[in-house]
Nanobody, 122 residues
Framework: QVQLVESGGGLVQAGDSLSLSCAAS????????VGWFRQAPGKERELVGR????????SYPDSLKGRVTVSRDNAKNTVLLQMNRLKPEDTAVYYC???????????????WGQGTQVTVSS
């Protein structure tokens, strides 16, 4: 059984940093491209960042470039999301997902975690 489990969410203040972790079981994450997504209340789920299978390439939306970093820890079968200078508008449920394609298209991601809540207070 494949499971992706996000952790590290919580309540933080604006300007803080936060690191989220996506741990996999049942699959080897280094065999997949991995994306981080988020969904705020009343909004569509959006891409936060993604990393290629071999970790050589990352991609971020222009709105988040410079504040977020996606990285791999293959020894732990984990992908990390580092977020800096958090803003209240970063409040959302954050999800990781794994795909056989290097893509931003959510429908091409095969495996999804259950999400972790990040709340940023002003």
């Amino acid at each position: 059984q494949v499971q992706l489990v996000e952790s590290g969410g919580g309540l933080v203040q604006a300007g803080d940093s936060l690191s989220l972790s996506c741990a996999a079981s049942g699959i080897t994450l280094s065999n997949y491209h991995v994306g981080w997504f988020r969904q705020a209340p009343g909004k569509e789920r959006e891409l936060v960042g993604r990393i290629s299978m071999n970790g050589a390439r990352t991609s971020y939306p222009d709105s988040l470039k410079g504040r977020v970093t996606v990285s791999r820890d293959n020894a732990k079968n984990t992908v990390l999301l580092q977020m800096n200078r958090l803003k209240p508008e970063d409040t959302a449920v954050y999800y990781c997902a794994a795909s056989g394609f290097e893509t931003r298209s959510q429908h091409l991601y095969d495996y999804w975690g259950q999400g972790t809540q990040v709340t940023v207070s002003s």
